[in-house]
């Protein structure tokens, strides 16, 4: 279906290739297995299950201008004289790894991803469900999440367990870091918008610091907000 073909283009169900080894590749059900109230349940998390790196390349989607861009965790190794190599060669002479390298893969078009965009950009503002992860003088754009852990005793959705989370990126303009912050069973409150967004809030913070990225007033107005009102009418 198309639905299941998006999904695979954001990442899901499929190895990232990004060097680690034994990557975890998720679980996506065949459409051909679906039953009818698959198709809903996975609309929103349920059925469906994706590592954190799949999470993060997904989120990226609507950082890169609607393309899926492969992740990696080592950019480049260096010889003993000091050159970059961007593989490595076995003792066969084989290439055993690659790094930093990927092609990029289109998964929706700009201007879609751009209105996408505004809406988790409005998530951090006010009124939005992640107003706790907003960082003064940047805009901060992303998506909080609470879902409910399977219970395999039960079989079924444990009404108790939760995973709290929000992945995020910023500045939402032009994307330097991409953080995704997962709490397992929070003693308090179970939204991501109230557990997640603060460790996120902290962690971006620092980061943007530290990268010298320098803070703008008008970096968290609310001109984004009144844009994607303005979008949806």
Same mark, same amino acid.
């Given at each position: 279906? *198309?639905?299941?073909?998006?999904?695979?283009?954001?990442?899901?169900?499929? *190895?990232?290739?990004?060097?680690?080894?034994?990557?975890?590749?998720?679980?996506?059900?065949?459409?051909?297995?679906?039953?009818?109230?698959?198709?809903?349940?996975?609309?929103?998390? !349920?059925?469906?299950?994706?590592?954190?790196?799949?999470?993060?390349?997904?989120? #990226?989607?609507?950082?890169?201008?609607?393309?899926?861009? =492969?992740?990696?965790?080592?950019? @480049?190794?260096? +010889?003993?004289?000091?050159?970059?190599?961007?593989?490595?060669? +076995?003792?066969?002479?084989?290439?055993?790894?690659?790094?930093?390298?990927?092609?990029?893969?289109?998964?929706?078009?700009?201007?879609?991803?751009?209105?996408?965009?505004?809406?988790?950009?409005?998530?951090?503002?006010?009124?939005?469900?992640?107003?706790?992860?907003?960082?003064?003088?940047?805009?901060?754009?992303?998506?909080?999440?609470?879902? !409910?852990?399977? +219970?395999?005793?039960?079989? *079924?959705?444990?009404?108790?367990?939760?995973?709290?989370?929000?992945?995020?990126?910023? =500045?939402?303009?032009?994307?330097?870091?991409?953080?995704?912050?997962?709490?397992? !069973?929070?003693?308090?409150?179970? @939204?991501?918008?109230?557990?997640?967004?603060?460790?996120?809030?902290?962690?971006?913070?620092?980061?943007?610091?530290?990268? +010298?990225?320098?803070?703008?007033?008008?970096? #968290?107005?609310?001109?984004?907000?009144?844009?994607?009102?303005?979008?949806? *009418?």
């Amino acid at each position: 279906t *198309r639905f299941h073909e998006y999904i695979m283009r954001f990442g899901f169900g499929r *190895r990232p290739n990004s060097g680690i080894a034994a990557e975890a590749t998720g679980r996506v059900i065949s459409p051909k297995k679906w039953q009818t109230i698959d198709h809903a349940n996975i609309s929103f998390g !349920q059925a469906i299950l994706v590592s954190p790196l799949q999470m993060v390349s997904a989120a #990226n989607v609507f950082a890169n201008e609607g393309e899926w861009v =492969p992740p990696f965790i080592v950019e @480049y190794a260096v +010889d003993k004289k000091g050159n970059k190599l961007q593989e490595i060669k +076995d003792v066969e002479g084989k290439v055993s790894h690659k790094f930093g390298l990927g092609v990029r893969s289109p998964v929706v078009e700009g201007s879609v991803a751009e209105l996408v965009r505004k809406y988790l950009i409005s998530v951090t503002q006010k009124g939005g469900t992640a107003q706790r992860a907003a960082i003064l003088g940047y805009q901060v754009a992303g998506k909080t999440g609470t879902s !409910q852990i399977y +219970d395999q005793q039960l079989g *079924r959705y444990s009404k108790t367990r939760y995973i709290a989370s929000f992945v995020g990126f910023a =500045p939402a303009s032009d994307p330097l870091v991409t953080v995704l912050v997962v709490v397992e !069973q929070p003693r308090t409150s179970h @939204y991501g918008g109230t557990i997640a967004a603060p460790i996120f809030k902290e962690i971006v913070q620092r980061t943007l610091l530290f990268k +010298d990225v320098l803070p703008f007033p008008e970096g #968290n107005s609310e001109e984004t907000t009144a844009q994607v009102e303005t979008a949806s *009418r």
